[in-house]
């Protein structure tokens, strides 16, 4: 696990970092930047990722810093032959934050996959900006980010998957789910192919919407009082993203509790089911 700590406030930081994988080798890698305050502060992050021929990366990135925060990643990463990234992104803290995140598969059986989840409330700006570069053939890829925004946050997706001309055999699928909690907040997202070759599968969707009535309807009938049903239905949505990890795992109820914690009458619904 790498921190990355803000310990005093109106002070800026720009960490570069660099994670390299050998030929045919695993790890796990768990990034979390967070404040101690909540003053305002400026991270500026770099981060460069390699991935040799047939190795395997998890990449998992919490952002939670205070509220008043601006964070700002840029990471780049390349995957070699058979190669496998694996990349989660939750994005919960800050006033401002913005994560650019380019990948290249830059040989034959490359995959990547990017998940994402984003939180926004109060008047919180979160971006996500992703490019995916198929730059070989037989390589995969898959996208998959939520969003959450309330009150008036607001949320940005670009996804942007680019197709090289010879990287025949490409699957790349790609997808942005959101959900708005208030009529002020706002999502704006942009999936984008750009297809130079003609022998791929290739797909990509957004879609944007409110809480089911009737799932809250059905929480309320069992006896949950109408800020817990919305805060589970809300956490069920946001699950998806969180699944990816192991729920037998410490790594798993850490963020699990974090997620409840951002959540209306989320801290008291977590104890009653970790009870």
Known sequence: MVLFVSATPDTSALPVSSIRLGDGSRATVIEQHFSLHEGAALNSVFERIEVGAKADLHHIKVQHEGPRAQHVADTEAIVHGEGQLHSMVLALGGALAREDLRVTLAQTGAHVDLDGLYLANGRQHLDHHT??????????????????????????????????????????????????LSENAEIDTKPQLEIFADDVKCSHGATIGQLDPAQLFYLRSRGLDETAARSLVTFAFAAHTLHRIDSSTPLFSALRTLLFARLPGGAALIEDITA
């Open 131 to 180: 490019t995916v570069h198929h730059a070989s053939p037989a390589c995969t890829s898959a996208q998959a980010y939520r969003g959450i925004l309330d009150d008036a946050g607001r949320g940005v997706f670009n996804g942007r998957v680019i197709v090289a001309k010879d990287a025949q055999h490409t699957d790349a699928q790609q997808n942005n789910a959101n959900l708005l």
